[in-house]
């Protein structure tokens, strides 16, 4: 515990409800730093795998963290207990739709049905 710092516990709960963790961070870890852990450790099972840091959103009490804070200024201490472990949700982004979607998305939309009144 450099400086008398207290490390943090930590568990990251994924989206079909397993957990990663839970692991001792300092308080002065990035946002950014605990979705670096997270890439590393993602189960290899899962359907759905981020790519990036940029694919995943952390959320602590209810607020999505940004990635340049530190886990210090990201705690919400309302409703913690000393010296618990802090579950924080991991939602990953959906991919990206590619160019070529995105302008068939933009095109007029043209009504194919055709009717006929007898």
């Known amino acids: 515990m450099a400086g008398g710092k207290e490390l943090i516990e930590?568990?990251?709960?994924?989206?079909d409800?397993?957990?990663?963790?839970?692991?001792?961070y300092d308080p002065a870890?990035?946002?950014s730093a605990l979705k670096d852990f997270i890439l590393a450790?993602?189960?290899q099972d899962?359907?759905?795998?981020?790519?990036?840091?940029?694919?995943?959103?952390?959320?602590?009490g209810g607020k999505i963290l940004e990635n340049s804070r530190t886990l210090a200024e990201s705690r919400v201490t309302i409703g913690e207990v000393p010296g618990g472990?802090?579950?924080?949700?991991?939602?990953v982004r959906p991919p990206q739709a590619d160019k070529n979607q995105k302008q068939l998305g933009n095109s007029p939309k043209q009504n194919r049905c055709g009717c006929t009144i007898l």
């Open 85 to 91: 472990v802090i579950t924080m949700h991991v939602v």
């Open 46 to 60: 899962k359907e759905i795998t981020p790519k990036t840091v940029n694919d995943l959103k952390l959320i602590n």
């Open 10 to 15: 930590v568990k990251f709960r994924l989206f």
């Open 29 to 31: 870890t990035t946002v």
């Open 41 to 43: 450790r993602w189960p």
């Open 17 to 24: 409800g397993t957990d990663i963790g839970p692991s001792k």
